[in-house]
């Protein structure tokens, strides 16, 4: 039968597990930001050699699993660092976490290099040309007139990302990562109520990503607000 007791004492058991989850999607997110932004970059101009690269690279990443990706590099590194002649001790050692951190923030440079790409582009060419007349250099357009309209415009898929990203480290669980699905597994695994442990979990992920649904949607509300205040 269904423990209820046991079902509300496993909400307690698993907050803890909470703030890995988060700093996974969070560092993965910034880290994954900033390396797809200057991938971006090098598609829309076309950088010889680098382009290739970056087209291969996002292609790759974008139509592998992400499961398989965690495998492949958290057993591959330490394989490879080995080949190169790095201590294996020391290469034990290395904490789960490290490589989830890695990899997630490799998986989200993907997605976010083509969020910005697709934002980049969208806006008019005539807003470059303008900021040229009045003397204003490439990289002052960029940052004072193209990025600020390509932020507003990519706002929603950058947010979605985001709760997809926070789904997505339920995965890390697989490599001992203790999220909070490494800590469900950990707890079902203790006490053989699987259907107990399982539901709370999915309660929590669905609870935190309601719960950012809503504070992205006030967030979205408010600069459209500026936006209109703005003009």
Request: charged share 15%; hydrophobic share 55%; net charge neutral.
């Amino acid at each position: 039968m269904f423990d209820t007791q046991y079902f509300l004492s496993v909400f307690i058991k698993l907050l803890p597990a909470i703030p890995i989850t988060f700093f996974i999607t969070i560092f993965s997110f910034v880290v994954g930001g900033i390396l797809g932004f200057f991938i971006a970059l090098i598609r829309i101009y076309k950088v010889p050699v680098l382009c290739q690269i970056a087209t291969f690279y996002v292609s790759f990443l974008r139509g592998t699993p992400l499961l398989v990706q965690l495998f492949m590099f958290y057993y591959g590194i330490p394989i490879m660092l080995r080949t190169l002649g790095f201590d294996s001790d020391y290469l034990n050692e290395i904490d789960a976490l490290y490589y989830a951190l890695f990899i997630f923030s490799l998986y989200a440079s993907s997605y976010l290099s083509e969020i910005t790409r697709a934002a980049l582009l969208s806006v008019d060419k005539g807003q470059l040309e303008a900021a040229y007349s009045v003397g204003m250099t490439y990289t002052q357009a960029l940052w004072r007139i193209i990025l600020p309209q390509a932020f507003m415009i990519t706002l929603p898929n950058l947010l979605n990302f985001f709760i997809m990203q926070l789904k997505n480290t339920s995965l890390v669980s697989i490599i001992t990562v203790g999220d909070l699905m490494g800590a469900a597994d950990m707890e079902s695994g203790a006490s053989s109520k699987f259907l107990e442990v399982y539901l709370m979990a999915a309660l929590l992920y669905w609870v935190i990503c309601v719960g950012l649904e809503f504070i992205f949607s006030r967030f979205e509300k408010r600069l459209e607000i500026f936006r209109s205040r703005a003009k």
